[in-house]
Every structure is written in C-alpha cells, then in structure tokens.
Nanobody, 123 residues
C-alpha cells in the first residue's frame, strides 16, 4: 500500500514562492507516475502538474505553466512542486497523487492520494 504525505504549504504574499514536498512510504515509488492536483473552496479538484516515473516527461495545466515546476527524487521517494510568482487564485489545498498511467491528468487515473497541504496566497 502506497502512502503519500505532503508538506511545505503555508501562507505567502502574491508574487512569492513556496515549495511543496510529497514523501512516499510503501509500494515501489519508482514505478509510479506522480501528479499534483488542487482544490479551491467550493470548486472541483483540478489537475496542476504531472511527471513520469523517470522524471523525463512533465506536463502542466495552462494556469500554472511557466510558474510551477514539478520534479522528483527517486532515491528519496519524493516529488516536489516549486511554485513561483504565486497569485491569489492559486489558493487551494494541494494534493500529491500516484498513477500507473503515463501523462495522467485526470483524477480517475490516480490510484493513491495524500491528505493535502493548504496553500494560501494573500493579495
């Protein structure tokens, strides 16, 4: 059973940066593709970014392209989301997830989920 735990959330002013981390325990981390999703109050959870098992392929939602960077460290069984130039509309709970599918960007394609980390961006 794969368990994912997010950390690094917090409160930041618009234009600032945060780095989210997701640590895995259980399972075989290197065999999964990883993704980040977010859910703002009153809204559905949406795709943010994904990375394949080797780290050689990444893709992003248009809303974060050029500002967010996803990466992974297989040796540390961790995946990261570097968020720069944050905007108030980035405020949400951010979830880390693991998928068996390559280039997965839908919730239904992800098998395991973390409990989420709150990111709040003040204007």
């Amino acid at each position: 059973q794969v368990q994912l735990v997010e950390s690094g959330g917090g409160l930041v002013q618009a234009g600032g940066s945060l780095r989210l981390s997701c640590a895995r325990s259980g399972g075989t981390f290197s065999s999964y593709n990883m993704g980040w999703f977010r859910q703002a109050p009153g809204q559905e959870r949406e795709f943010v970014a994904a990375i394949n098992w080797s780290g050689g392929y990444t893709h992003y939602a248009d809303s974060v392209k050029g500002r967010f960077t996803i990466s992974r460290d297989v040796a540390k069984s961790s995946v990261y989301l570097q968020m720069n130039n944050l905007k108030p509309e980035d405020t949400a709970v951010y979830y880390c997830a693991a998928s068996r599918y390559y280039a997965a960007n839908r919730e239904s394609q992800y098998d395991y989920w973390g409990r989420g980390a709150q990111v709040t961006v003040s204007s």
